[in-house]
């Protein structure tokens, strides 16, 4: 007979994971600063992409090109210039200029950021190389389906893709034949009682809070502990 609980009650294995944690390195491009300081910015980008290895020219299409960056970044120069004169609309002028300089940073950082993601290891080094400062991003990924061993002999718990209420079957033949063993408010299934060194097989469907019901998962499948 199945016993049901919901993750965190009674008979959990210690340290089983319920979710991917997915950490990422993005590239980061602070902009609420002064004028002069987004223009250092602009100048050093240009500096370090100039002959990098790792960013070779022609970008692809849809990324700002090297040289239109240089030409918008000498622009913006020359609008902060006019702009300390306080000459009537030079304020709003070094605005535009600044925002299209912003722009070709955020479409070139997109470029970066590509190529962080495909050397993941090293994405730190590649950012900082292309005069990005970084930041780490943590996700929680989908749980996966699996089943663990459970604390006591002829236990077992199943974790369902999903989070909410679940239905559940279990069957002893890969889904030949199966038992329909009831429902959790939770994605986290425990049984006991089964037959040890015996592998059984689990699947879950979500329900959700109008009764609406999702289709089976995968069956998956763990040895019952002796």
């Known amino acids: 007979m199945a016993k049901i609980s919901i993750a965190g009650k009674v008979g959990l294995t210690k340290g089983m994971p319920v979710e991917t944690i997915i950490k990422r390195i993005i590239a980061v491009l602070k902009w609420n600063v002064s004028p002069e300081k987004r223009l250092k910015k602009a100048r050093l980008v240009i500096k370090l992409l100039t002959g990098n290895p790792l960013f070779t020219i022609p970008y692809p299409s849809i990324i700002t090109a090297l040289a239109t960056l240089v030409t918008n970044t000498d622009l913006y120069d020359a609008a902060i210039t006019l702009a300390a004169t306080h000459a009537i609309g030079t304020a709003e002028a070094a605005d535009v200029a600044g925002e299209v300089v912003h722009q070709d940073l955020i479409s070139i950082m997109s470029m970066v950021q590509a190529k962080m993601d495909d050397d993941r290891p090293n994405a730190i080094v590649i950012a900082s ?88 998962g995968p069956w998956v499948s763990g040895v019952v502990p002796a």
Do not use: C
């Open 129 to 216: 190389g292309a005069g990005f400062e970084t930041k780490t991003e943590t996700k929680r990924g989908p749980r996966k389906a699996k089943v663990f061993a459970g604390n006591e002999p002829g236990s077992q718990v199943v974790h369902a893709e999903g989070q909410g209420q679940h239905e559940w079957q279990e069957s002893p033949d890969n889904g030949e034949t199966f038992t329909n063993i009831g429902a959790t408010s939770g994605g986290v299934l425990e049984v006991e009682g089964k037959t040890p060194d015996k592998r059984m097989y689990y699947r879950a469907r979500q329900v959700g809070t109008k009764g609406r019901k999702g289709d089976w």
